[in-house]
Nanobody, 115 residues
Framework: QVQLVESGGGLVQAGGSLRLSCAAS????????MGWYRQAPGKQRELVAV???????NYADSVKGRFTISRDNAKNTVYLQMNSLKPEDTAVYYC?????????WGQGTQVTVSS
């Protein structure tokens, strides 16, 4: 079992920045990839960004150039630096980790961007 604990959400004005962190614990070996998803009210959960253990990344078009995902393999931690935030970025952000064929999810952290 893998446990994911997220932190770093909050309320920020448009144009501001936030940094999310997600630490994996438990049987946290061979976790690949790790990533962030988000779900806004009334919408489906969507991919924000993912990163592999060797640093390959993939971003949603809506966040390219504004968000940066990074990973500390030694700490089993993934980060999401969010800059130039927009009101449409408001959502619950979930950390995801894949271990073999299993997907694990964090509890979610609220990000609210005011206009």
């Amino acid at each position: 079992q893998v446990q994911l604990v997220e932190s770093g959400g909050g309320l920020v004005q448009a144009g501001g920045s936030l940094r999310l962190s997600c630490a994996a614990s438990g049987s946290a070996v061979n976790i690949n990839p790790m990533g962030w998803y988000r779900q806004a009210p009334g919408k489906q959960r969507e991919l924000v960004a993912v990163i592999t253990s060797d640093g390959n990344t993939n971003y949603a078009d809506s966040v390219k150039g504004r968000f940066t995902i990074s990973r500390d393999n030694a700490k089993n931690t993934v980060y999401l630096q969010m800059n130039s935030l927009k009101p449409e970025d408001t959502a619950v952000y979930y950390c995801n980790a894949r271990q073999y064929w299993l997907d694990y999810w964090g509890q979610g952290t609220q990000v609210t961007v005011s206009s």
